[in-house]
């Protein structure tokens, strides 16, 4: 036997058994229909607020970002087991001369990086502890300020496994537009060793620990809305790409070092056209499988759709995604409300595989919408299915209670007893604003859908389901993982990819 990368079996068996226990003892919790409503928090009042994002951390900490009267400020609230609120609240940026916050990421350590722009620099990275206070020890003063020039709207941040952050946005240098990625040590100095001058660049106007990347093959301009870590130490870049008059979903993957990987998508970019009009990128969510979910705007007739594209990891469309749909191959449409706007971190993949997507609705001042995807891109039928007639399963709009406030759509996440956090700002009646947030049940798939089925025949055989297990538990993959086997007439997963893609989604192994 070849030696081999083995996935961590332990968690998925030790869920197995607790799930087993559960049926057994007849011990499994009860839940509220799927997005049903459970109510608002707020912060204290503003003459005026403006939200750009939130972020749900793993320490349960619900962060909502963006202007309060005429400063930057962020709010976080601890969210206990109750719902209720305890922790850092009301802290500004004010002090670090952050005029704009874009973007939000939480660090291996458990505080919060912030990307946005400062006054007279252009681009710069702020990073909190976790009690919400200024991390001073990250560049000893808790800002990296002035390192990419002017004309930069940051709005992509990403953290490596090794604790290094990585910032992508459309920079000009020397009149031209380019890709800029700044890398940051783990204490806010610089990446020296990223550096990178594109052919033709002097590179006395780029700082060190900057790459000027050359906008990939035919595009002419480039938004660049996320940085997705994949777990091979690799890291993407999507956003929108100008081809021409056409505007499309685009992604360019770059190793380790910051080199663009020729072999990702077509000579080095994915692009994917949902429509004939502008598609634009606003977030991007990794799967545990290398798959990249992008999540987006698209016109639709005068108003505005959410979609969706899967890349596969050669960042080619995934055409076992939304099979049959209308739209493009690998995509998905959907319409929870006419006019849609998705915020940075407006997406994100649930534990079991399935994508809750929230966005304002434009053509309310007060409604907000949820989205939510099976793991195949088909709408979540058990998510609102108390909608009222002519309202898709699958999708929830809501006016927040009493009319005040878009308490949603800005940002969403998931909690650890599976409610879902969706915020915004919003104004009273009387004229006043705030930070808020609305709560929804999420149901019983807040944990993976993960079964000893492996082949998902509704049985569990030793010859099948327990020898794939132990196979690959051992080590096995690919053919090895599946040589002697045949599989019933009634098996949904019969070959290699899908047997993959269902233990890295649903049971959290990671197998190369």
Not at 19 to 26: D, I, K, P, Q, S
Request: charged content about 15%; hydrophobic content about 40%; aromatic content about 8%.
């Amino acid at each position: 036997m070849n030696s081999k990368q083995r996935p961590t079996w332990f968690a998925f068996s030790k869920q197995l058994a607790s799930l087993v226990t559960g049926v057994l003892l007849g011990t499994s919790p009860a839940f509220a229909a799927p997005g049903d409503w459970q109510g608002q928090i707020f912060t204290d009042a503003f003459g005026y607020a403006r939200a750009s994002g939130t972020l749900l951390t793993s320490r349960n900490t619900f962060v909502t970002y963006g202007v309060c009267d005429t400063v930057t400020c962020i709010f976080g609230r601890q969210l206990d087991s109750g719902g209720g609120n305890v922790g850092f609240d009301g802290h500004s940026l004010q002090s670090v001369a952050m005029v704009a916050v874009n973007a939000a990421i939480e660090t291996i350590d458990g505080k919060i990086a912030f990307a946005g722009n400062c006054s007279g620099f252009g681009q710069c990275v702020v990073r909190l502890n976790t009690n919400g206070s200024v991390d001073a020890s990250f560049n000893a003063s808790g800002a990296v300020t002035g390192r990419v020039q002017p004309k930069v709207a940051p709005r992509a941040i990403g953290s490596q496994h090794d604790g290094k952050l990585v910032v992508a946005s459309r920079c000009i240098v020397e009149n031209t537009v380019f890709i800029c990625v700044e890398r940051l040590n783990i204490d806010g100095m610089t990446d020296d060793a990223f550096s990178y001058v594109a052919p033709g660049v002097n590179a006395a106007n780029v700082p060190r620990g900057v790459r000027v990347l050359p906008l990939p093959l035919t595009a002419e301009d480039i938004e660049v809305s996320a940085v997705a870590i994949r777990a091979n130490r690799k890291f993407i870049l999507s956003g929108t790409c100008t081809f021409g008059t056409k505007k499309s979903f685009c992604a360019v993957q770059l190793d380790a070092s910051g080199a663009f990987d020729a072999t990702f998508g077509t000579g080095g970019i994915s692009t994917v056209a949902i429509t004939a009009g502008d598609d634009m990128v606003k977030a991007a969510v990794p799967q545990p499988d290398g798959k990249l979910l992008l999540v987006g705007e698209c016109p639709e007739a005068q108003n505005s759709v959410v979609c969706v594209a899967r890349l596969n990891e050669t960042g080619l469309p995934d055409l076992r995604f939304n099979r049959g749909n209308a739209a493009a191959p690998g995509t998905l449409l959907a319409r929870p409300c006419q006019r849609v706007s998705v915020g940075n971190n407006g997406a994100i993949l649930q534990n079991d595989g399935k994508l809750l997507v929230a966005t304002q609705c434009r053509e309310s001042s007060v409604s907000f919408s949820l989205s939510r995807f099976n793991a195949d891109g088909s709408l979540d039928t058990e998510f609102g299915a108390d909608n009222s007639p002519g309202v898709f399963k699958g999708e929830i709009t809501r006016t927040p209670l009493g009319g005040e406030a878009q308490c949603g759509g800005a940002g969403v996440g998931v909690a650890r007893n599976g409610t879902i956090y969706t915020g915004n700002a919003g104004a009273s009646e009387s004229g006043q604003y705030y930070f808020c947030a609305s709560m929804l049940e999420g149901g019983s798939t807040a944990a993976r859908n993960c079964s000893m089925d492996i082949d998902g025949d509704g049985r569990t055989l030793a010859s099948i389901d327990a020898l794939i297990q132990t196979r690959v538990a051992l080590g096995f993959t690919g053919v090895e993982a599946l040589q002697g086997i045949t599989f019933p007439q009634a098996a949904q997963r019969t070959d290699w990819q899908s047997i993959r893609d269902y233990l890295a989604a649903q049971c959290g192994l990671q197998i190369p």
